[in-house]
């Protein structure tokens, strides 16, 4: 019976950080309105979690005209050590099949 007070917790597997980079990975050339678009986000949250990926080496970006193109640095090893050896190469393999 549903009394409208849900215990329920809310969680997903991804977090919002792998999401945006699945959707560089997609599209190199997608603009963060679209990103936020397609992952549910604020366009800041988006910027936001840019500059983090950036920062820990695994996205660089580059001016071309009025747009960023990315590229991804599928080289990098996964961030937390219990996911320690897979490669963001193997990582988004699964996730952009």
């Known amino acids: ?13 991804l977090t919002n950080h792998a999401r ?3 959707q560089i990975a997609r599209d190199p050339g997608i603009r963060v309105r679209d990103i936020a678009t ?4 604020t366009e800041r949250a988006v910027q936001r979690i840019i500059v983090d990926l950036e920062q820990a080496g ?5 001016r071309r005209g ?3 193109h990315y590229s991804v640095i599928t080289s ?5 050590p219990a ?4 490669t963001i190469a ?8």
């Open 66 to 68: 009025r747009t960023n």
């Open 76 to 80: 990098k090893q996964l961030r937390h």
């Open 90 to 97: 193997e990582l988004l393999a699964t996730l952009l099949r």
């Open 1 to 13: 019976m549903d009394n409208g007070t849900s215990t329920e917790r809310h969680w997903t597997f």
């Open 38 to 41: 397609s992952c549910l986000l």
């Open 20 to 22: 945006v980079l699945v």
């Open 83 to 86: 996911d320690a050896g897979p």
């Open 58 to 62: 695994y996205l660089t970006h580059e």
